[in-house]
């Protein structure tokens, strides 16, 4: 266990925010997540990193869930707060030989972009589509990030987004070629669904990579 130095707090949304760590020498494959607590406390839970693999701090985009234990902790953190970090875990992760030649779609919800984000902030000149499906235009975390064109913000409360519905349903609506490589990161109910529409549309279900948040 390593115990990190908070930077900063970047609040994007009244409940969503990113903390950003000093790195020190800590290394990581981008979709990889690690377990974040206060130093000194047992209670830690599990966070995607949000940063890439070459950036010279670590990030983790955070979403405060209602009546939970750690993700509100965490939000009240201030710059020079200790944090004690585990990992890497997990084996969310790109194929190396894969990265630029085939053609990916990243599908997520709410802070299931997180991992996505590292993916592309690492390899910014992947060929990439991201279906990024949440309730409200203001979930879409930091757009910017992403070319423009190759994000699509699917909003199921607002019509705000560029599609107006779940990520299933532009799935649907918008077939995806069979020799494309896919990533699922979000609650499984989404994760379940989609799985079976690609399955339909002919995507080999080999490349089709899940990370399950809860
Ligand atoms: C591999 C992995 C990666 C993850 N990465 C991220 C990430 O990058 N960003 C992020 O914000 N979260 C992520 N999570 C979820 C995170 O680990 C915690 O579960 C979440 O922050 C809630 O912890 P808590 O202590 O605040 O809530 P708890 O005190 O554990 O739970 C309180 C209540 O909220 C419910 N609950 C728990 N988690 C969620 C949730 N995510 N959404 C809605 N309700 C929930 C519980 O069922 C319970 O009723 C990840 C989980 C896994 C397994």
Excluded: W
Aim: hydrophobic share 30%; aromatic share 10%; proline share 3%.
């Amino acid at each position: 266990m390593r115990s990190h130095k908070v930077i900063e707090i970047r609040n994007l949304t009244p409940s969503t925010y990113i903390i950003r760590m000093e790195k020190n020498d800590f290394t990581f494959k981008t979709g990889q997540y690690i377990t974040l607590g206060f130093s000194g406390s047992i209670d830690r839970r599990e966070y995607s990193i949000y940063s890439s693999e070459n950036d010279e701090h670590l990030e983790v985009l955070i979403k405060e869930v209602e009546n939970g234990l750690v993700s509100k902790k965490l939000k009240r953190c201030k710059p020079g707060d200790k944090l004690d970090i585990d990992g890497p875990f997990g084996h969310f992760s790109l194929q190396n030989d894969e990265i630029n030649k085939k053609k990916f779609l990243f599908i997520a919800t709410g802070t299931g972009i997180s991992p996505i984000h590292s993916f592309i902030a690492t390899h910014p000149e992947m060929d990439y589509r991201l279906l990024h499906g949440v309730r409200k235009e203001e979930e879409a975390y930091e757009r910017d990030s992403y070319e423009n064109g190759n994000y699509i913000l699917c909003t199921s409360r607002e019509k705000t987004g560029d599609f107006h519905g779940r990520v299933t349903e532009y799935l649907k609506q918008n077939p995806v070629s069979s020799d494309t490589v896919c990533y699922l990161c979000g609650n499984c109910h989404m994760i379940y669904e989609a799985y079976d529409i690609l399955e339909k549309q002919g995507v080999q279900l080999g490349p089709i990579h899940t990370e399950v948040y809860f």
